[in-house]
């Protein structure tokens, strides 16, 4: 059975820091990984798709990386609207990890 | 611009089907598939399955391959997903979303990333 991880479960960080949220893939999924964001009451918003390519009006502190079975998803300076849920997914989503203010 | 409007909240009984529309503007519906997603309480993201543009490719996730269906109607470019033999665990908020295009491997077609999701549509099952 396919199976997205992430971690950590929890990124308790302040304004301005760096955050970096990782994902793994039971199997290779080549560079068909997207990342999301979501807040309390949303739907999700697309933020990266095929692993590092941004999404239409996705700000430039949201980078993503890596390939096959290991990514990364980096926010370079936290603004205050970036902390909520982020889930990476290649068909099946991974559980999420909550980024929130320390 | 590009919308997603699904069709509103339901309340069902243990047993029954639901039928839930999302209903695309803004873009030409026939070029792309469509995903569905739910989301329980206070819980994460669970996909659920896709179709095609054409709906001649569709990929269900495993857990819900006996029950659920999902159309397409280019007429309307409207998509349906309807879940039968409902229980309390289906409780949970379902999402369409736009998926522009899709991928091939040994396990057969599968979909890329949803770009524009529908607002959501509630589904409680309750007796």
């Known amino acids: 059975e396919f199976v997205l991880t992430q971690s950590p479960d929890i990124l308790s960080l302040s304004p301005g820091e760096r955050a970096t949220l990782s994902c793994r893939a039971s199997?290779?999924?080549?560079?068909?990984l997207a990342w999301y964001q979501q807040k309390p009451g949303q739907a999700p918003r697309l933020l990266i798709y095929?692993?590092?390519k941004r999404a239409t009006g996705i700000p430039a502190r949201f980078s993503g990386s890596g390939s096959g079975t290991d990514f990364t998803l980096t926010i370079s300076s936290l603004e205050p609207e970036d902390f909520a849920v982020y889930f990476c997914q290649a068909g099946a989503f991974g559980p999420g990890t909550k980024v929130d203010i320390k | 611009q590009v919308q997603l409007v699904q069709s509103g909240g339901e309340v069902k009984e243990p047993g029954a089907s639901v039928k839930v529309s999302c209903r695309t503007s803004?873009?030409?519906?026939?070029?792309?598939?469509v995903s569905w997603v739910r989301q329980a309480p206070g819980q994460g993201l669970e996909w659920m399955g896709w179709?095609?543009?054409?709906?001649?490719?569709?990929k269900y996730a495993q857990k819900f391959q006996d029950r659920v269906t999902m159309t397409t109607d280019t007429a309307t470019a409207t998509a349906h997903m309807e879940l039968r033999s409902l229980t309390s665990d289906d409780t949970a908020l379902y999402f369409c979303?736009?998926?522009?295009?899709?991928?091939?491997?040994?396990?057969?077609?599968?979909?890329?990333?949803?770009?524009?999701w529908g607002q959501g549509t509630t589904v409680t099952v309750s007796s």
């Open positions: 803004g873009y030409t519906f026939s070029k792309y598939g």
């Open positions: 095929d692993a590092v």
């Open positions: 979303g736009r998926v522009p295009t899709f991928y091939y491997d040994s396990s057969g077609y599968y979909p890329s990333n949803m770009d524009v």
């Open positions: 199997q290779s999924v080549r560079s068909h």
């Open positions: 179709v095609s543009s054409n709906t001649d490719k569709r």
